[in-house]
């Protein structure tokens, strides 16, 4: 068996490597992936996987552990058929005998949003296996969340510096009409509305060529 300190630094450098995983854009959305791939390492279980609560099957140990909140562990599957008899009799027929499932939380005391799914062949996950697996489990649903909730806020700002930009622009462009046509900023505004309106175009877009001197808009001419 590998020395405990030596599989303690592999569990530490599995989760550094789930932390530069988020910390990439275009590789954060595969840290379930990742995750399953280091507990199939590191555990050497037959299978490793991630269920997403909304993709839990019904009447499964995956569901059971979700609802209840509450791991399973080492769980004989040979006693289960009549509990789970679609899940036991699948893994059972690829050899699968003991089932661990962990529900994954984002943050402490919320809701578990995933099951880590850790299937074996004739053997069973030592408590400080399956604590590893939690904590390596947890780590993972707390990165993903954190990078989904940085995601929104970058679209969030996004919209809102569009929204600015726009503003700005259609102000300028109701200043030069003002000024153009002789009438309040109010009325040039109505004239930038109406000729967007009229010919289906985004009011962005008219007051953009108006600042831009690409469009001059005679209100008599409509």
């Known amino acids: 068996m590998e020395p405990l300190h030596g599989q303690a630094q592999r569990w530490m450098s599995s989760a550094v490597g789930l ?10 959305p595969y840290l379930m992936r990742q995750l399953s791939d280091y507990c199939a390492d590191l555990l050497s ?16 140990p995956g569901e059971e552990c979700l609802d209840q909140d509450a791991a399973l562990v080492n769980v ?15 893994a059972l027929a690829e050899g699968r005998t003991t089932a661990t499932l ?11 949003v995933a099951v880590l799914q850790l ?20 780590l993972a649903v707390l990165l993903l969340t954190q990078f989904r909730e940085l ?10 510096n569009e929204a600015l930009s726009s503003r700005i622009v259609i102000e300028q462009a109701k ?3 003002a000024a153009q046509l002789g009438v309040a900023p109010d009325e040039a505004f109505n004239v930038l509305r109406g000729y967007a309106r009229s010919r289906r175009l985004k009011l962005r877009g008219v007051a953009q060529a108006v600042v831009d001197r690409e469009l001059v808009l005679d209100p008599a001419a409509d």
Request: proline fraction near 4%; charged fraction near 25%; aromatic fraction near 2%.
């Open 76 to 90: 004989d599957l040979r006693e289960q058929e009549e509990r789970w008899p679609e899940f036991a009799g699948r």
């Open 175 to 177: 200043g030069m009409l």
């Open 45 to 60: 279980v037959a299978s490793a996987s991630v269920l997403l609560a909304e993709a839990t099957d019904s009447g499964g």
């Open 151 to 160: 995601q929104q806020e970058r679209q969030t700002t996004g919209q809102l």
């Open 119 to 138: 299937l074996c062949a004739e053997r069973e996950l030592s408590t400080c296996e399956v604590d590893s697996a939690q904590h390596l489990g947890d």
């Open 19 to 28: 932390a530069a995983l988020a910390a990439d854009e275009e590789q954060a």
């Open 102 to 112: 962990l529900p994954l939380h984002g943050t402490e005391g919320s809701d578990p």
